[in-house]
């Protein structure tokens, strides 16, 4: 039974609904990791014995990490302005969604995380935040900050810190759009070379899922926005999408989506608009349709799989879910595990190829991605990243 949120509602009302009665009290609580049972524990645990500690920590700083819960807890931070498919509503409303974020860190990774929600969009405001609350945490996770201010605010603290700075809304979604299309590429006897994408959507998701595509050596690809195919020389352009038309669309389209979907091998659908059927019937055979705004994708499943090879959304209800619980946890715990100084661009790229690498030879139309209950995805991507993280110099141990 769904009941409608007013202020007038009861609690008890709204407790009619299991989605209330879940959150009810909120979904996270702290505990301790050691007994208090008398008075010598008091004096480790505290006053006196604490201060031994801090002073081991102020004389070498890096202990921090060896004897506080640092290099385990991260900080999952929105400003309320991109929130799921609800858009700017605040930072107390966004407070459910981080919960939610921090109940999967442990879940599925055993990652510490603390919501917090700040009452601030002024992107010097939320560096400054962020920057000053960065001693209590071993890594920072973006949320929901809504674009194009989300690709500064990541760059700055990125620059600025040394620890992993991630916008999960970019680079959680690009990880997961990468490993499935690997995987949809070899079921069609394909590699990414071999294809061109077109990426509806020039939002945080969008241009994350077209850079990692650049990086991982797609054949082509053009990205729209709500005026039609980005490409280099059109006016209006903000920083992002000049610097997006300077680096792909090789072929030169200029008109709609849809037009530039005309013997395209892949759809890529992060805008929250619609594509006509007429258009996923003019893709090149073999096609594949990845239609991932939430709730309603750009095109219907059942209307795509009449034409399409493989269909993926962001829903759980249709195969192939692109959900970014694949990759966070793991994302993290891999960076968190070596106290890397920052994510580089090949530790995603590993973090995808160990999610591909997941299916093997199950690997089917409708079974292009695990599961994220799937037992061996966080350890084959937190073993990846970690890896890579050596591999790349970013790793402390």
């Given at each position: 039974?769904?009941?409608?949120?007013?202020?007038?509602?009861?609690?008890?009302?709204l407790?009619?609904?299991?989605?209330?009665?879940?959150?009810?009290?909120?979904?996270?609580?702290?505990?301790?990791?050691?007994?208090?049972?008398?008075?010598?524990?008091?004096?480790?645990?505290?006053?006196?014995?604490?201060?031994?500690?801090?002073?081991?920590?102020?004389?070498?700083?890096?202990?921090?990490?060896?004897?506080?819960?640092?290099?385990?807890?991260?900080a999952?931070?929105?400003?309320?302005?991109a929130?799921?498919?609800?858009?700017?509503?605040?930072?107390?409303a966004?407070?459910?969604?981080?919960?939610?974020?921090?109940l999967?860190?442990?879940e599925?990774?055993?990652?510490?995380?603390v919501?917090?929600?700040?009452?601030?969009?002024?992107?010097?405001?939320?560096?400054?935040?962020?920057?000053?609350?960065?001693?209590?945490?071993?890594?920072?996770n973006?949320?929901?900050?809504?674009a194009?201010?989300?690709?500064?605010?990541?760059?700055?603290?990125?620059?600025?810190?040394?620890i992993?700075?991630f916008?999960?809304?970019?680079?959680?979604?690009?990880?997961?759009?990468?490993?499935?299309?690997k995987?949809?590429?070899?079921?069609?006897?394909r590699?990414?070379?071999?294809l061109?994408?077109?990426?509806?959507?020039?939002?945080?998701?969008?241009?994350?899922?077209?850079?990692?595509?650049?990086?991982?050596?797609?054949?082509?690809?053009?990205?729209?926005?709500?005026?039609?195919?980005?490409?280099?020389?059109?006016?209006?352009?903000n920083?992002v999408?000049?610097?997006?038309a300077?680096?792909?669309?090789?072929?030169?389209?200029?008109?709609?989506?849809?037009?530039?979907?005309?013997?395209?091998?892949?759809?890529?659908g992060?805008?929250?608009s619609?594509v006509?059927?007429?258009s996923?019937?003019?893709?090149a055979?073999?096609?594949?349709?990845f239609?991932?705004?939430?709730?309603?994708?750009?095109?219907?499943?059942?209307?795509?799989?009449?034409?399409a090879?493989?269909?993926?959304?962001?829903?759980?209800?249709?195969?192939?879910?692109?959900?970014?619980?694949?990759?966070?946890?793991?994302v993290?715990?891999?960076?968190?595990?070596?106290?890397?100084?920052?994510?580089?661009?090949?530790?995603?790229?590993?973090?995808?190829?160990?999610?591909?690498g997941?299916?093997g030879?199950?690997?089917?139309?409708?079974?292009?991605?695990?599961?994220p209950?799937?037992?061996?995805?966080?350890?084959?991507?937190?073993?990846?990243?970690?890896?890579?993280?050596r591999?790349?110099?970013?790793?402390?141990?």
């Open positions: 039974m769904a009941v409608t949120p007013a202020s007038s509602t009861s609690l008890e009302a407790d009619l609904d299991p989605a209330f009665a879940l959150h009810r009290g909120g979904k996270l609580e702290i505990r301790s990791t050691i007994p208090v049972r008398n008075a010598d524990d008091l004096s480790l645990a505290y006053t006196p014995g604490v201060a031994r500690v801090c002073t081991a920590i102020a004389e070498n700083p890096e202990l921090v990490s060896d004897y506080t819960w640092v290099s385990n807890v991260v999952v931070v929105s400003d309320g302005t929130v799921l498919g609800l858009g700017d509503i605040g930072p107390a966004a407070m459910p969604v981080m919960e939610g974020k921090a999967l860190f442990k599925f990774a055993g990652v510490d995380a919501p917090i929600c700040i009452d601030c969009t002024d992107v010097d405001a939320i560096v400054e935040t962020v920057a000053r609350l960065a001693p209590s945490f071993g890594g920072i973006l949320e929901d900050i809504s194009p201010r989300c690709f500064e605010v990541e760059d700055r603290l990125r620059a600025m810190l040394d992993p700075v916008h999960d809304d970019q680079h959680g979604t690009a990880i997961v759009a990468l490993a499935a299309l995987n949809a590429a070899r079921l069609t006897g590699s990414l070379g071999d061109r994408a077109v990426v509806a959507g020039a939002g945080a998701s969008g241009v994350a899922v077209t850079r990692i595509l650049l990086e991982a050596g797609i054949g082509d690809i053009a990205v729209s926005d709500s005026k039609g195919i980005i490409f280099d020389g059109r006016e209006g352009l920083s999408k000049q610097a997006l300077r680096d792909t669309n090789k072929d030169g389209y200029t008109g709609s989506t849809e037009q530039a979907l005309a013997g395209a091998d892949v759809f890529l992060l805008s929250g619609t006509s059927e007429a996923i019937a003019s893709m055979p073999e096609s594949i349709v239609a991932l705004s939430n709730p309603t994708p750009e095109v219907h499943p059942s209307v795509a799989r009449q034409y090879r493989v269909v993926a959304t962001g829903r759980s209800d249709f195969p192939n879910q692109i959900n970014n619980v694949l990759a966070f946890p793991g993290f715990r891999g960076a968190l595990d070596v106290r890397a100084t920052t994510i580089t661009e090949n530790m995603k790229v590993a973090a995808a190829n160990a999610l591909a997941v299916v030879d199950d690997l089917s139309a409708d079974y292009v991605i695990p599961s209950f799937d037992a061996r995805v966080a350890p084959a991507v937190i073993a990846a990243v970690s890896a890579q993280a591999a790349d110099g970013v790793a402390r141990l």
